[in-house]
């Protein structure tokens, strides 16, 4: 049956061509969306590596140059909030979470080097956002002491500089030349995190540093800080929070902003454009429905003499459906096969990153699954008409 159907649809390769190029198209489009879809469905069930509920970002900025008088500003603004019965903890961030602001860097170590992300936290801001400790240990406030910078990295960043060896103690270096040079000195790192996300689910997990924000350093410049408020704390207490600050800082402009809407602009700004492509497609799959029915009707009433001839010899309607709707399927497979040798050099080339053996293996799936139901589904009520025609018609035609 299969030879059958095969030599059925080279003997009409004219038209079939012009089909199977259009489930081609509309089979890519498919394997696109499918991929990207499947790439961040995957990313957003992966480990956040930190909490963020009930907390709040500050962000403030004095209007200038940032001075020793702004340095202690910030720490009466963290001591005055700590004092707060609402908030259960305030800490500095230095690159705020779930924003676009990010600070990269090559790292290097005993002649390895990866592109790294660093972010500057106080003391205890780490444990309390719960970001997990797999080896070593947090900042702590005896660390100002030292005459060395320090550093905690993500296991992401130490599989990559360090494999099997222990990080602990190892002084790794950012190597960009445009970093100026008090921001090129070792980093002796005393502590290994589970991966840390810092734009949220909707990002790739990458090598990661967190260096250490001293208070009691005047001269160094803070944007923002984050806010865990006591489980049950009123909607309302936002305004008094930064009526608080402004009190304390009244130079500074002050911006109050729960993580949680940060957190679902981040995951919007990728979901948006997905679901605009996702309806494009759906309505690209309507016209192709819609083209493919009118071919495939035509076709059948241009086969009457030879389906009826079918069932003048002897064919029930049975087979004939079967005829009709095992031949679109055919076309459909072999649309997906020539759609599937130009989607895999995606993958092959990694020309576009989300494009990966993974996610581009889910949007073949997708795709062919999609391209294969659509044109059987196509092919039913025309495949019915042909089946309920009745032997003699093939006479009138001979």
């Keep these: 049956m299969l030879i059958h159907s095969l030599k059925l649809i080279w003997n009409r390769k004219g038209d079939n061509a012009l089909i199977i190029i259009e489930l081609v198209l509309a089979f890519l489009v498919v394997f696109f969306i499918g991929s990207f879809g499947a790439y961040n469905w995957k990313l957003y069930h992966q480990p956040l590596g930190f909490d963020w509920q009930d907390t709040m970002e500050l962000r403030f900025s004095p209007g200038g140059q940032w001075t020793e008088d702004d340095g202690r500003t910030l720490g009466q603004v963290m001591n005055t909030l700590g004092d707060m019965p609402e908030i259960e903890w305030v800490h500095g961030v230095n690159m705020g979470l779930f924003r676009g602001s990010r600070w990269t860097s090559p790292t290097a170590y005993n002649g ?37 910078d320090l550093a905690l990295i993500n296991q992401r960043l130490r599989d990559a500089l360090f494999g099997d060896e222990s990080p602990i103690g190892a002084d790794i270096r950012k190597v960009d030349e445009r970093d100026p040079p008090e921001f090129r000195v070792p980093l002796r790192v005393i502590g290994v995190y589970r991966d840390f996300r810092q734009f949220g689910e909707m990002t790739e997990l990458q090598p990661y540093v967190i260096t250490r924000f001293d208070i009691e350093d005047l001269e160094q410049r803070l944007s923002s800080l984050t806010v865990r408020l006591r489980s049950g704390t009123p909607v309302d207490f936002e305004q008094a929070l930064q009526d608080t600050v402004q009190a304390v800082a009244p130079t500074w402009r002050i911006t109050l902003t729960p993580l949680s809407k940060l957190r679902e602009r981040r995951i919007r700004d990728v979901v948006l454009p997905l679901t605009i492509m996702g309806l494009v497609s759906a309505f690209l799959l309507l016209m192709v429905a819609f083209g493919l029915f009118g071919v495939l009707w035509q076709n059948v009433t241009r086969r009457t003499d030879e389906l009826g001839l079918r069932r003048a010899v002897g064919a029930s309607r049975q087979i004939i459906y079967r005829q009709i709707v095992s031949e679109t399927a055919l076309l459909a497979v072999l649309a997906v096969a020539c759609g599937a040798l130009v989607a895999v050099q995606f993958p092959l080339t990694a020309a576009i990153k989300p494009l990966t053996w993974t996610s581009s293996g889910s949007g073949l799936l997708i795709g062919a699954g999609a391209i294969v139901g659509l044109a059987a589904a196509c092919s039913l009520y025309p495949a019915w008409i042909a089946a309920r025609r009745p032997p003699a018609e093939a006479l009138h035609w001979e």
Excluded: H, I, K, Y
Excluded at 118 to 139: I, K
């Design 112 to 148: 390895r080097q990866v592109q790294t992300m660093f972010n500057q936290l106080t003391d205890g801001a780490p444990q309390d956002l719960g970001v997990e400790l797999l080896e070593g240990r947090w900042f702590n406030a005896s660390d100002a002491a030292l005459d060395e």
